[in-house]
Nanobody
Framework: QVQLVESGGGLVQAGGSLRLSCAAS????????MGWFHQAPGKEREFVAA????????DYADSVKGRFTISRDNAKNTVYLQMNSLKPEDTAVYYC???????????????WGQGTQVTVSS
């Protein structure tokens, strides 16, 4: 059974930084596109960033470009989201997700983590 476990969330002041991690259990992690999504209270879940299985290609939501960086370490089965210059509107539960060898605007993710809370105070 595939498990994705997020960590690194917390409370931070506006302008601060956090680094989220997502540890994956599947042996074929290197063949999965990994994504980060967030969901604020009362809102739908939204795409934040994605990284291809090789790590060569990344994609970001316009709202986080230049502030967030997604990366992966296939040797550690882990994907990261470095979040800098955080804003109160970044407050949400952040989820990581895995998609088998898929890339593009309509990627369907096969597995999801339980999420980690990020709260940015003004």
């Amino acid at each position: 059974q595939v498990q994705l476990v997020e960590s690194g969330g917390g409370l931070v002041q506006a302008g601060g930084s956090l680094r989220l991690s997502c540890a994956a259990s599947m042996r074929t992690f290197r063949l999965y596109t990994m994504g980060w999504f967030h969901q604020a209270p009362g809102k739908e879940r939204e795409f934040v960033a994605a990284i291809s299985w090789s790590g060569a290609t990344t994609d970001y939501a316009d709202s986080v470009k230049g502030r967030f960086t997604i990366s992966r370490d296939n040797a550690k089965n882990t994907v990261y989201l470095q979040m800098n210059s955080l804003k109160p509107e970044d407050t949400a539960v952040y989820y990581c997700a895995a998609a088998w060898r898929s890339w593009g605007t309509d990627v369907e993710y096969d597995y999801w983590g339980q999420g980690t809370q990020v709260t940015v105070s003004s």
